[in-house]
């Protein structure tokens, strides 16, 4: 037993030193149709991050309310959420700054379910073709989306 852990972890490590792409392999980062390019680090090697951008797309919708529209879920635009593919805010209001859908319910914890059934409806409607994945998660959530790719 020990022996086969030993030669699957072998054969683990060989496959991930063969499939990583060289430096050579760049592949431009994309977001929303528009070049974004690359970062201004000197040394640092985003190379497999932005094939897994293009290649990987992930649809992440963020639960909101109005009274946090300011307060928590503009950090999750400016931070976390500018590496999905397509970001979502999921709200009983509208908001331009956001883009946040206005869902047809309204906020309270006895209407939690209602609002996230009614946030499933719209992406199932709208934008099922946008992703491979969906992600959902709340205005106070933060994930490292690369890593989920």
Known sequence: MIVGFIVGFFLAVLFIHSSMPERDDFVPYYRYGQHVGTHDHVNENTSIAEKL??????????????ANHQKKARHVKRTWGKRCNKLIF???????????????????????WGKTEEAFKYVSDHRMNYANWFLTAQNDTYMIVKNLR
């Open 53 to 66: 951008y293009s290649e990987v797309r992930i649809l992440c919708w963020i639960m909101t309310s109005p």
């Open 90 to 112: 999921m709200s009983s209001a509208k908001d331009e700054e956001l883009d946040a859908v206005a869902l047809p319910i309204s906020e309270g914890d006895d209407n939690l």
